[in-house]
């Protein structure tokens, strides 16, 4: 579930495209007079399908970009007013980190300081798993954090690098003029790269408003259970490209034991090896809906040694081979863009 400000200004920037929103907000399952309220939640995949539509009813690939560029911190209600009265630009990202999920349970940021320390990296991630192709909404969202970003720091403002999980949908250049940086294609994740010392900066400190909201956060946000499945995913996900993928080293960066992992991941009705069969699957489908990595280069980020095994894998997830499943995709696409 997400906020119907995710819809801010959509049908207007869709009908100035040429478009008109009414039958698109329909087909997505969202009532025209629902757009934009914050009190109001619509499903994560209505606003992928309504961006998605969208997209081919204008013939605007970048759509989600254009959304962005109509939309700020507004959208985030008390979250986003907590941030921006927060003293730091590092404390207004641990706003949004911490109580993200009053706005969209169905997705999350994560801070995370690279090897380099003077780079930190702002990750975005969709929780909300079988959805349809996420480029568009995923451009939406970083083009909403470029927003925050520049309305917290100034109009000047611009990251060191983009990150994107899917191939250019207009040409490169494009992106380089809209986020003023340099933009990587087909990453494994979504996010910024950012200069450490920027989250040092100071913002317009409102130590009463500030204290004010979070309490009343912290009264509305339901908190993440705290089971292990989650994190699981997560490290088999960074794990598999490594060839180093196994229970026993989840288990240690888990701290706990490896039975204690099993048992724990049953109670929570998986196993450990249904995890990383499900993650591969998942992996697989993204690149090849998504990207033109080469099949040896995908056996690789799934890990596998030998193209014969992701073709087995492909033959058991999809019913069909790997090429044969991205020229099934793009067909897709084609009609739903044609």
């Not at 698109?24 to 961006?51: M, N």
């Amino acid at each position: 579930m997400i906020r119907s400000t995710c819809l801010l200004n959509f049908s207007e920037l869709a009908a100035e495209r040429g478009a008109d929103p009414l039958p698109i907000l329909r087909s997505a399952g969202v009532r025209s007079e629902d757009e934009g309220k914050y009190e109001v939640f619509i499903t994560y995949r209505s606003l992928v399908l309504a961006l998605n539509a969208a997209s081919r009813a204008t013939g605007d690939l970048d759509f989600g970009r254009r959304l962005a560029l109509r939309q700020g911190i507004e959208i985030f209600g008390p979250v986003g007013v907590a941030a921006r009265t927060a003293p730091t630009m590092s404390a207004a990202l641990e706003t949004f980190k911490t109580y993200l999920a009053a706005y969209g349970p169905a997705i999350e940021v994560t801070v995370e300081t690279l090897p380099r320390s003077e780079r930190t990296f702002l990750e975005f991630r969709v929780l909300t798993e079988g959805l349809p192709p996420l480029a568009q909404v995923t451009e939406l969202s970083l083009g909403i954090a470029l927003q925050v970003f520049r309305f917290l720091m100034g109009s000047d403002y611009h990251p060191l690098q983009v990150h994107l999980p899917h191939d250019p949908l207009t040409d490169e250049a494009d992106y380089r003029e809209y986020f003023s940086c340099t933009v990587l294609f087909a990453q494994r994740r979504a996010g910024l790269v950012l200069r450490t010392a920027d989250l040092g900066r100071e913002l317009n400190y409102d130590h009463l408003a500030h204290q004010a909201l979070v309490h009343y956060l912290d009264s509305i946000i339901t908190t993440r259970g705290h089971g292990l499945t989650g994190p699981v995913r997560e490290l088999v996900r960074q794990l598999l490209p490594t060839g180093a993928l196994a229970m026993n080293l989840v288990a240690d960066q888990l701290a706990v034991h490896p039975k204690t992992l099993q048992r724990r991941l049953a109670a929570e009705g998986t196993t450990f090896a249904g995890l990383v069969e499900q993650v591969r699957a998942e992996v697989a489908q993204h690149y090849l809906r998504d990207t033109g990595m080469s099949l040896t280069q995908l056996a690789h980020e799934l890990g596998y040694t030998e193209q014969s095994v992701l073709s087995r894998s492909c033959q058991r997830w999809f019913g069909r081979g790997p090429a044969a499943h991205r020229d099934a995709l793009r067909a897709e696409r084609g009609d739903a863009t044609g």
